[in-house]
């Protein structure tokens, strides 16, 4: 049977190994996995499958095709900040997201323009 002593020193010890592993991960552009909060998910009744964590996603973009990561920053943000459904994952790369935000906006802009023409015609 172990003294109290040597528990705290061993738990010591884990932690500091724990820690130095996340920092050589963090070196190599590995992210670290980061725990679900279940109580913010959004999912359909009848998928109750939730994640206990968030790791690294990999994907490859369906407008350049470029190999991107979905980070476990950026999916804990997804479905507990905004509130996505916890069966989508990424499937375009963040300069895409943004061609195509724009591409959208321009032809709401021209939409909305021809309904302003429309009405002020009729």
């Keep these: 049977m172990k003294s109290g002593k040597k528990k705290k020193f061993e738990l010591k010890r884990k932690r500091a190994l724990k820690k130095e592993n996340e920092r050589q991960l963090a070196k190599l552009g590995v992210n670290t996995p980061i725990?679900?909060?279940?109580?913010?998910?959004?999912?359909?009744?009848?998928m109750p499958r939730f994640p206990i964590f968030?790791?690294?996603?990999s994907f490859a973009c369906r407008g350049c095709g470029s190999n991107e990561v979905w980070t476990p920053k950026q999916q804990k943000w997804w479905y507990e900040i905004i509130g996505g459904n916890i069966e989508t994952t990424a499937i375009y790369c963040r300069p895409c997201r943004i061609k195509r935000r724009l591409i959208k906006s321009e032809a709401r802009r021209g939409h909305l323009e021809g309904l302003a023409k429309k009405r002020g015609n009729a």
């Design 35 to 46: 725990a679900a909060d279940h109580s913010k998910l959004n999912s359909p009744s009848c």
């Design 54 to 57: 968030y790791y690294d996603v």
